[in-house]
């Protein structure tokens, strides 16, 4: 439907109208970066569109750059204009006309001062009912200094709306800074103000891994040690490390991809049944997994993880250099731009059960996935043909593509009794009209409506960098044990990672 129509159709407009948020502003930090114009602007238009952002609704840019509120709106639209080819300039002003920017430093408290006034003359002016979202999308390094401003200028109080706080990954760099920030930020903001991003929560289809389980009775009795064999949880990249060689450097696979993203998709195929669909309930779940991974020892740590790093190859028949050859890139680098980490939580619903993670750049295709694969049959009976039997697997496709398949064996037509595995599939894009919203849609508005169900409780942070501690302090400290590069860019990583399967019959699912 076109942007017009869809704006002007009442019944339209009632298919949303449940999830409107009260009068807000929203103020981003870092308003002249990369994020604020390729996603958060983007997704606030969507909801824009669907009739979702509040009646009131003002958007505060701040960040260093010196600009008018006229040139910010430019910027903006320019961007805007990339993904939204169509972009009309009468729904373009409707959208931005509560547009501002602030020009200011991070440590500058009168830029702080001169928010509140701003805000607060705003709040008179069109009604926004004093209710805030700081959104910290800055480089990390400025995370403290923001917060401990906004606490200064008395910004974090929630006398007459609500203040609260967005932090953008990463959340600290190790455990020790982690637990520091944490510390900084509940000096100023209290726990249920503060929403920590982590945005594969935001996916419809990680979203879905919730309803799978817990709106369907038959994966419940089966989804345990007695019939799983093992999880298989990939997120792989093609491309390389473009021009963030900066910030990857210092971060690595383990930060960019482990903590936050594999392990709370990881959490949410393996917790227990929440006792009611609410923010602490889930977190309290996912927490208790968090806990139980068996910790890392240095002694065994390479039967448990294998590190990667990509040389040059041939992607998509193209010549691409290796990672150390790369803009910014050390040319010794020891940073991993790959790792496969097989973890095991001590619960007695998954005792014995690998959960295999793996994930890189430069591999072969862009997919993210997760594959429960169940045991064989305890009998077999069709022994002409075993070696051909395959055990089930329960895919899910988290993007691209997104669906979910079941493969399962059955009889060829035919006078033997010869078996294929065949596929149950139910994919995102033919079975319904509306396409999935992008995830920074849904977190955004769930910050509005003031639901942290999908947003990360300090305490899951902090027991994540525990868990990964011990392997990142020994990448770190210690050169890989082949040498590196050890992967061909357009290869499925290191030979290597094989090992971690531990049985002949398991294998990396090709994607
Ligand atoms: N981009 C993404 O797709 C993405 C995805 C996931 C998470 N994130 C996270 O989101 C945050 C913002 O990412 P981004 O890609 O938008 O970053 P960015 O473009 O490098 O930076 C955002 C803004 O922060 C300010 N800034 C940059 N370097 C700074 C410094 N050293 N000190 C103070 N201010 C600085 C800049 O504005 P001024 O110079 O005008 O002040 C810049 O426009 C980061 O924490 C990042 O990890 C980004």
């Known amino acids: 439907m076109a942007t017009a129509a869809l704006l002007e159709n009442p019944l339209r407009q009632g298919l949303f109208s449940d999830r409107v948020p009260e009068p807000c ?43 008018t509120d006229e040139d910010f709106k430019k910027h903006l639209k320019e961007s805007l204009k990339e993904s939204k080819p169509q972009l009309s300039d009468s729904l373009w002003e409707s959208f931005s006309q509560n547009f501002h920017y602030v020009a200011g430093g991070y440590d500058d408290f009168k830029a702080y001062q001169a928010l509140s006034k701003l805000l607060d003359d705003l709040d008179a002016e069109n009604g926004a009912a004093a209710n805030r979202i700081f959104y910290l999308s800055t480089p990390p390094n400025v995370f403290e200094a923001i917060i401990s401003n906004l606490g200064a200028a008395g910004l974090n109080r929630e006398e007459k709306g609500y203040a609260r706080i967005v932090i953008e990954k990463p959340f600290g760099h190790d455990l020790a800074s982690a637990k520091e920030l944490n510390v900084k930020v509940k000096e100023v903001f209290k726990e249920n103000q503060i929403y920590r991003i982590d945005h594969y929560l935001g996916k419809e289809t990680v979203q879905n891994l919730l309803v799978m389980r817990f709106a369907n009775s038959i994966f419940e009795p089966i989804w345990d040690r007695r019939h799983v064999d093992h999880v298989q949880i990939t997120a792989s990249e093609d491309l390389g490390v473009g021009s963030r060689a900066g910030y990857y450097e210092s971060s690595g696979v383990l930060r960019d991809m482990f903590q936050n993203h594999l392990f709370q998709v990881m959490c949410l195929i393996a917790m227990e049944p929440p006792v009611t669909y609410e923010a602490n309930a889930i977190r309290d779940e996912k927490l208790k997994i968090l806990k139980s991974i068996r910790p890392f020892e240095e002694r065994t740590l390479s039967q448990f993880a294998v590190r990667g790093q990509y040389g040059p190859g041939y992607l998509a028949g193209e010549r691409v250099p290796g990672y150390r050859q790369e803009e910014g890139v050390n040319p010794k680098s020891i940073t991993p731009t790959y790792a496969a980490i097989k973890v095991y939580l001590d619960t007695w619903r998954w005792h014995g059960v690998p959960f295999l993670l793996r994930s890189g750049k430069r591999l072969p295709k862009r997919a993210t996935e997760v594959s429960i694969q169940f045991k064989e049959p305890p009998n077999l009976l069709f022994k002409s043909n075993v070696s051909e039997l395959s055990p089930n697997v329960l895919v899910v496709r988290i993007q691209p593509d997104e669906g979910i398949t079941l493969k399962f064996e059955t009889k060829v037509p035919g006078m033997t009794m010869e078996a294929k595995t065949v596929n149950m599939d139910f994919r995102y894009g033919t079975t319904f009209a509306e396409g999935t919203s992008e995830a920074y849609e849904r977190l955004l508005l769930d910050c509005m409506l003031g639901d942290a169900t999908l947003f990360i409780r300090g305490d899951e942070t902090e027991a994540a960098w525990e868990a990964l501690m011990p392997v990142l302090s020994r990448w770190e400290n210690t050169e890989p044990e082949g040498d590196f590069p050890n992967y061909e860019a357009g290869s499925w990583g290191p030979a290597a990672a094989d090992h971690l399967l531990e049985k002949s ?7």
């Open 25 to 67: 502003s929203l103020v981003i930090y870092g308003a002249s970066g990369d994020l604020t114009h390729r996603k958060l602007v983007p997704a606030l238009y969507d909801l824009f569109e669907k009739h979702m952002l509040p009646t009131s609704f003002n958007l505060v840019g701040i960040s260093r750059s010196k600009m």
């Open 505 to 511: 019959w398991r294998k990396w699912r090709r994607l």
